[in-house]
Each structure stands twice: as structure tokens, then as C-alpha cells.
């Protein structure tokens, strides 16, 4: 147990009551990234030796290439990220930041690689004159949300430790293709096309545009000779080439030089570092589940709901998620979920998206409760708010470990991100998931790579009614991240079993928590579980992918009295499961998101 003040009995009281004056129940922000489609052409895929996955079949190639050399999970999402800066520059890149985790064949490793806040941010950075908050464009577009990017730094301090093959040789595969080009795939297509602001870039225009103005077509062979040098430096001179000399100054300078301008310098990027954390590891029934801790908030909103799911199952055998298995669609996913599993995970959903607003954001500036959040106990107390119809809005409960009292975080749900998992021969594993914000990032280039937004994840109101936000901006801070790589193992013979992991903003944490719940409890393959409906609750509307769910389903939920939002669910879920049959041998199967153009490929 836990004791405080009355004073902090009392500014508590104030915060949760700020907490609980919500955005409306139906009003949620737009998709992170448009949707091109649901693909109906994906199997599982099968392999015996190794497997990666990624977002584009060309990074999934570079990652199988790098196993079939012999090198270890992490070599293969080195050479994956290097060649989705090219081929998915809307996402991901070396201008941005990520979240590594990592299985060495005998511990999870946690590298964070978020961007931080340059020296100069103060927590005014997307205040207007008149001190209200900018908009999310006015915000994006330009250097002002540019943070120091860190996923160069995280994949080195994980090489160091975890890497098989030397570091030059993982960046080939992106050099080659940058100076022989690609195709430029649907996707991007669409996703250059769909964006208004690439025009306003003389850089992004002269590469992404045609003459005219027009987006290139589909097809279109797209050459990056300015990246494939960018690469060649890094091959031989390590992150420094990035964090320091000419590199640097560019960025620096075209940061600060925007119109819109921002305030990172060349001594932010040198003083950047990475940082190996405590992965946090919880047990799901016969599991445990390994995630990212803070800024994350990733990996303890995983560990809440599928604790609050195995509370619910305590109290009531009723309520095993487990027996409630989904039922055959005539959808393109071909399955949907029942509306009993929706509810209960849209309400756990709810619980833990108010907790987040509150308590989550960068631990080493913030006491976050993680311990007191996860706590069984606690989820205990959660899980019984749960009833036979839905509570709408949820307000956060009280964990132990609180010292301050925040005011709700009311940020913009969204970014843009992709997801790489991985698997060696040796049975080493990597979820990594890594991002630039929102499409094209702060559509800053420089030297054929795009900067991030990453600041823009803040939040842009730094107190309410005197109490500040915890996830506010400061210097040098992290911004607070919903990003969820997750490793799965057997709790009782310690064996890596999934890894898993998606893009998708705010709403990753459903994303995860579904895929989960569908290979763990539902005993789905891969590709199934990724394909199964996206749904669930970030404490608003109890969202729906749009044309995947019954009449049938849909009314169900209303008798349930949930509020119902169907709207574009543009996951990016990559996973690959490892099992061992009686015999002890072996086998990989993987999946990639039909809604996005990715591919596993194993041997």
C-alpha cells in the first residue's frame, strides 16, 4: 500500500476530475497514414532456419538477405530500416527515431532510440501569440517539430552488443537500390498524391513530383543517388557521419532556416545518445509478455489490458477471452471477432487509454507508476468497472507510486511508423518499430531523407488550470509514444514464441493487443491474427475497421450501448511466431498486414 498527503489527495482530485471532462465520444483524429486497400493474396509463410518481415517486400528482402549471410535479427532490421528510408520515406527513415526489442537467445534487450527535444524547445514550442494551440499542420509542417532523430544511435548500441556481420556490409542492399532505383509502389503513390503539403518542399517536389506538379505514377523508376551517398558515409564512418560534420550542419541549418523554424542544432545531434532500458515483462496466463517501458507507453498499455482480460477471467470463468473465438465473415479478412471479445477489449481499451492520457510520458523527467499501473491488484479493481454494457468514457484510476498530480494529456493521436520483426538461426529475435510521426514526417529533406515531426507528440497545451501535463515538452526530453514491439515467450520453458509489432499511432496499442489475444488465446496463425478486423477503444467511440464487421456485430454492440465509429484501421502489423513440435524440431511461420504492401520471408 501507498500513502500520501492531503495535499496530494487533493491535487489528484483536481487531476482526475480534469481527466474526466473528455473530448466527445464519437471525435477521433484521422488515420496516421490513408489506407490502399486490403489485400486478399496473403498466406502465412513457413521457414525452418530464419525469417523477417517487414512493410515493403524489398526491406523484407534486404533483412532475409542479411540471415542468409549468417547475420543475427538485428543485422537484418539494420539493413531493413536503411532500405525503407528509400522505399517508404512516408514512415520511417534515419531522420527519425525508434524502439527496439531485442532476444539474445537468453535476455530481452530494450533499446530507445526516440528523438528528443533540442535544447532550445520550451514547453510553448505550439502555442500561438494568443497562447492557444496551434493546429496540427501549423505544428507539423516545417522545423519547429523537428527532434533529434535516435534511430541510428539505437541500432549501433544494439550492433555493438548483438551484431554478427560487420556494419557496412548491412547497408548494401539500400545503397544498390538507391543509386539503381525502384519502383515507386501503389502505396507510395497513393500516398504522394493524397498529400497536400510535398509541393510547399522545393526538395520533396523536385523528387516525389513531376514537372507539372503531378505525383509520379505508379511504377515509376525513382532513383536517390543523394541517399545512396548518405549511406556509403554511414557504411564507413558509423552514426557519426550523421550526428556530426557536413550531415549535421545540413540539417541543422535547414531546420532552423524554414520558415516555420525550428531551434535543433549541430550540438543537440552530437550530444545525442541512446539508451538501453529495463524491458517490461509481465505474465499473461501461461506467457510472459515482454514490451518497451516509458516514453513508451506501448508496453504498459499492453500489459493493462491483458491484465485487465486475465482479472476479468479470475472473476468470472465466464469471461475468458479465450472461449470466445471469432466466427467466419464473408469479409475480405474472412473472420470477425465476436461482439463479447469486442467489448471486453474495447473496455480494457478504455481503461488503460485513460490511464494513459494521464499518467505516461518520459520517466526520466515524470514519476511515472509503472509498477502501480501494472500491478494485479490494481488491474483487479479496473477490470471490475467492466460490466455487461459499455461505460463510454472512462476516468483513470488512482495506482500506487503516485507523487505528482497531472493534468490530462488532450495531444493529436497520430503518427506515422513502420514495424520490422525478425528471427536468426540461432533463435535470436527483434521487434523493432520505428517512425518520422505523421506522413513525410516535418517534410523537411535533406540529402534525399526526410526529418521527423517527432515534437508534434508532445503535448501541445503544457498545463490546464494550473496543473501541468506530464507529457509536456522540455529539452532533452522524449516524447510520450504509443509504439509497442512485443516479444512473446513461454513462461514455464522460457522460449521465445512470437515477435510482433505494428504502426499505426495512438491506435498500435489495439492493433497489438488484437493480434495478440488472436495467436495467444484464439491460437490463430500469424497471417490470420493480422488479418483478423481491427477494433477496440482509445477511450472515445469503440472503433471499428470499416467494411469488415457484420450488421449482425454492429447491433450487438449497440445493445452493449457502445457508441460505434467505423473508420479506416491502417495497421502495419508484421509477427512471426516460433514453435517447437515433440520431436524438438523447430519452425518459423510469419505474416505481414494486408493493408499495407509487406511481406515475411523466411528459408
Request: hydrophobic share 40%; proline share 7%; glycine share 10%.
Amino acid at each position: 500500500m501507498f500513502s500520501m498527503s492531503r495535499h496530494q489527495v487533493s491535487v489528484i482530485a483536481v487531476a482526475l476530475a480534469l481527466a474526466a471532462c473528455h473530448v466527445p465520444i464519437n471525435e477521433q483524429p484521422a488515420a496516421p497514414e490513408p489506407g490502399s486497400g486490403y489485400r486478399t493474396d496473403l498466406t502465412p509463410q513457413y521457414a525452418a532456419r530464419h525469417m523477417a518481415a517487414a512493410a515493403n517486400p524489398l526491406a523484407a528482402e534486404a533483412g532475409r538477405e542479411m540471415l542468409r549471410m549468417g547475420g543475427s535479427a538485428i543485422d537484418a532490421a539494420i539493413a531493413m530500416q536503411a532500405v525503407l528510408t528509400l522505399v517508404e520515406p512516408q514512415s520511417s527513415g534515419i531522420g527519425g527515431g525508434a524502439f527496439i526489442l531485442l532476444w539474445d537467445g537468453a535476455n530481452v534487450h530494450a533499446y530507445d532510440g526516440r528523438e528528443t527535444a533540442p535544447s532550445g524547445a520550451t514547453e510553448r514550442l505550439f502555442l500561438k501569440a494568443d497562447g492557444t494551440p496551434m493546429t496540427f499542420p501549423e505544428a507539423q509542417i516545417g522545423g519547429r517539430s523537428v527532434g533529434t532523430p535516435g534511430v541510428l544511435r539505437a541500432l549501433e548500441m544494439a550492433h555493438k552488443k548483438n551484431g554478427r556481420l560487420p556494419w557496412a556490409k548491412l547497408f548494401e542492399p539500400a545503397i544498390r537500390l538507391s543509386e539503381q532505383g525502384f519502383a515507386i509502389s501503389a502505396r507510395l503513390h497513393s500516398l504522394i498524391a493524397a498529400d497536400r503539403y510535398i509541393w510547399q518542399s522545393p526538395d520533396m517536389a523536385a523528387y516525389f513530383l513531376n514537372a507539372d506538379g503531378t505525383p509520379k505514377a505508379t511504377g515509376t523508376l525513382l532513383k536517390n543517388p543523394a541517399l545512396a551517398d548518405v549511406f556509403k558515409r554511414i557504411a564507413k564512418e558509423g552514426p557519426e557521419a550523421l550526428y556530426r560534420g557536413p550531415i549535421a550542419d545540413e540539417i541543422a541549418r535547414k531546420v532552423q532556416g524554414h520558415r516555420n523554424a525550428g531551434s535543433l542544432s549541430r550540438a543537440d545531434l552530437e550530444g545525442y545518445t541512446a539508451k538501453e532500458r529495463t524491458p517490461l515483462c509481465t505474465d499473461y496466463k501461461q506467457w510472459k509478455v515482454c514490451g518497451m517501458p516509458p516514453p513508451s507507453s506501448g508496453g504498459v498499455a499492453i500489459a493493462q489490458i491483458l491484465g485487465t482480460l486475465q482479472a476479468l477471467q479470475a472473476r468470472d470463468p465466464g469471461l475468458d477471452i479465450a472461449a470466445m473465438q471469432p466466427v467466419q465473415s464473408p469479409s475480405p479478412a474472412g473472420l470477425e471477432p465476436t461482439p463479447e471479445a469486442v467489448h471486453l477489449l474495447a473496455e480494457a481499451g478504455r481503461l488503460t487509454f485513460a490511464d494513459r492520457a494521464l499518467y505516461l510520458a518520459d520517466a526520466d523527467f515524470v514519476p511515472v507508476p509503472v509498477a502501480g499501473l501494472i500491478a494485479p491488484d490494481y488491474l483487479a479493481r479496473r477490470a471490475a468497472l467492466i460490466g455487461e454494457h459499455s461505460m463510454g468514457i472512462a476516468r483513470p484510476g488512482l495506482p500506487a507510486g503516485i507523487q505528482v498530480a497531472y493534468a490530462p494529456d488532450r495531444s493529436p493521436l497520430r503518427i506515422s511508423t513502420s514495424q520490422v520483426v525478425a528471427v536468426d538461426d540461432r533463435g535470436g529475435a527483434v521487434s523493432m518499430t520505428t517512425t518520422v510521426e505523421a506522413a513525410f514526417g516535418a517534410h523537411v529533406m535533406v540529402q534525399g531523407f526526410l526529418l521527423n515531426n517527432q515534437m508534434t507528440d508532445f503535448s501541445f497545451i503544457p498545463a490546464e488550470d494550473g496543473q501541468p501535463v506530464a507529457n509536456r515538452v522540455e529539452p532533452g526530453k522524449r516524447p510520450r509514444s504509443a509504439m509497442a514491439p512485443t516479444l512473446v515467450f513461454d513462461r514455464k520453458s522460457g522460449e521465445l514464441l512470437a515477435a510482433v509489432g505494428s504502426p499505426g499511432g495512438s491506435q498500435i496499442i489495439e492493433y497489438v493487443s488484437k493480434s495478440l489475444v488472436a495467436m495467444l488465446d484464439w491460437k490463430l496463425d500469424p497471417q490470420a491474427a493480422i488479418n483478423l478486423p481491427n477494433f477496440g477503444s482509445r477511450n472515445g467511440a469503440t472503433e471499428l475497421e470499416s467494411g469488415l464487421f457484420s450488421p449482425a456485430l454492429k447491433q450487438a454492440l449497440k445493445d452493449k450501448r457502445h457508441a460505434l465509429s467505423e473508420i479506416e484501421m491502417t495497421s502495419g502489423i508484421q509477427a512471426i511466431v516460433r514453435t517447437r513440435d515433440a520431436q524438438g524440431k523447430v519452425s518459423l511461420s510469419g505474416g505481414a498486414d494486408p493493408r499495407r504492401e509487406g511481406q515475411a520471408l523466411g528459408d
